[in-house]
């Protein structure tokens, strides 16, 4: 299973960015393999508009089933929710530790 965390830094151990489409990286996990790939989402934070709707579409073309966010708007959560995937709002901490809450089922 592949999950997405928004990040504000390339690491495990940054915080969640509490935006979705404008957030600086999204942190895109295979849980089968425990492998880890940082998305640059510098086209989103600079998008003038529709910058949900890029980065909902990135992460739908990464495969990922379950997003960990603080906030996802509602042009973008149509796009992710389309996709069939779990969208977990109001989520804080590292990076590390919302995959880690995935993993357990907290979520």
Do not use: C, Y
Not at 34 to 60: H, I, K, P, Y
Request: charged share 25%; no cysteine; aromatic share 4%.
């Amino acid at each position: 299973m592949k999950v997405a965390v928004t990040a504000l830094e390339p690491s495990l151990d940054s915080d969640i960015d509490p935006r979705f489409g404008r957030a600086r990286w999204i942190a895109i996990f295979d849980l089968d393999d425990d492998s880890v790939e940082f998305l640059d989402n510098a086209a989103g934070v600079d998008a003038a508009s529709g910058a949900g709707v890029q980065t909902g579409t990135m992460v739908l073309n990464a495969g990922v089933e379950v997003l960990v966010t603080g906030h996802v708007g509602p042009k973008a959560g149509q796009v992710v929710a389309g996709g069939k995937i779990r969208i977990v709002e109001d989520s804080t901490g590292t990076v590390g530790e919302a995959v880690e809450r995935v993993r357990k089922g907290d979520f």
